[in-house]
């Protein structure tokens, strides 16, 4: 009787146990679009010779791999999957001969587009505080979300603002998968207010396909935009007539005008008056709104006809940030004593300029 009953124990434990199916590829990592995946397993004990394959997603069916494919433990399937994380099922149906249905799963695996993919990681416009007439680096940080090298190709930077419209185009070179490049462009705006770059990759489509086996795996990815502020800033000149006459002997005044031309008020700064063969004096220079006018007045003993030359400077020390740095000298001539007939109307530091 113990022989009997244990007997019968080892049949169960052989049907119970023994029959199954190990998936051992794939067994995890990254599979590429449109690869030949292996799908491999091994099989313990009796079962039907034909198996369905799935590829499966949590609890769904994403795509039937095989129907009914030869219970051999192998079978080569060409991808064909969105991005994304799965894993394969292989089951065995119950039939008739083999009343136990088996099931077996593999580990997952993620599917990667073979395709290049570029994409925009972020924009940047520096430095931090911007004005009018800086230096400004725009910059754009991409990479190649894709598989494949990306071709070189051009990108598009349109830069929109209160004058209107700039369109730049910038080269991108080739970029591997998974890589990451910057292009950068200086540029610099004359005009305060709000700008928006909007920057475009592959502009010119170069990279396009209409076969999605060809071209870049997505195209939605491949634009974005920045939107930033210019500051005015003033602009400080000199207004002065270039020959100035004044009587001998005695005491003579030279004069001179300081002019804020600029988008917004100036900081209080000091005008350098340089007199040849005279002491050069400073003279400070309140806050000045777009447009205000402050008259400087040189009084000086003169003896001896003759000329002289006068040069001034305002805000010698560049203390103040202005919308133009080279328009803040004027230069010109004293007559002393005798006739002055030489025409001479008022000129600015930034004539020509």
């Not at 003169?302 to 230069?331: A, C, H, Q, Y």
């Amino acid at each position: 009787m113990k022989k009997i009953v244990f007997f019968v124990i080892v049949l169960l434990s052989g049907q119970l146990f023994c029959d199954g199916i190990t998936i051992t590829k794939p067994n995890a990592g990254v599979v590429k679009y449109g690869s030949m995946l292996q799908i491999q397993w091994t099989k313990t004990g009796e079962m039907a010779n034909t198996v369905y394959i799935a590829l499966m997603r949590g609890n769904s069916v994403i795509r039937t791999i095989a129907s009914s494919a030869p219970n051999n433990g192998t079978y080569n399937w060409r991808v064909a999957a969105h991005d994304g994380k799965y894993f394969i099922r292989i089951s065995v149906l119950a039939n008739a001969n083999y009343p136990n249905p088996v099931r077996a799963t593999s580990r997952e695996f993620y599917v990667r587009g073979l395709n290049a993919d570029l994409a925009i990681n972020w924009l940047k416009v520096s430095p931090k505080r911007k004005h009018v007439q800086q230096h400004l680096t725009f910059t754009a940080s991409i990479y190649n979300a894709g598989v494949q090298k990306a071709k070189a190709t051009t990108a598009l930077l349109e830069i929109k603002g209160p004058t209107g419209k700039q369109n730049v185009w910038l080269p991108c070179g080739e970029l591997p998968g998974g890589m990451t490049n910057t292009i950068t462009y200086k540029y610099k705006l004359s005009q305060y207010g709000i700008y928006r770059n909007t920057f475009t990759l592959d502009a010119k489509k170069q990279l396009y396909s209409p076969n999605p086996a060809m071209g870049e795996k997505q195209v939605n990815n491949n634009k974005k935009f920045i939107v930033y502020g210019i500051s005015p800033l003033p602009d400080l000149i000199i207004i002065a007539r270039k020959y100035q006459h004044v009587k001998v002997p005695g005491k003579g005044t030279v004069v001179v005008k300081v002019k804020n031309i600029g988008d917004t008020s100036s900081a209080k700064t000091q005008l350098k008056f340089a007199i040849q063969k005279k002491k050069t004096k400073y003279f400070s220079i309140p806050v000045l709104k777009p447009k205000q006018i402050y008259i400087v007045k040189r009084r000086e003993h003169w003896v001896m006809p003759g000329k002289r030359k006068f040069s001034v400077t305002i805000d010698p020390k560049n203390t103040v940030k202005e919308k133009k740095e080279g328009n803040n000298t004027l230069s010109g001539t004293i007559q002393k004593g005798g006739k002055y007939s030489v025409q001479n109307e008022e000129v600015s530091s930034d004539d020509n300029k």
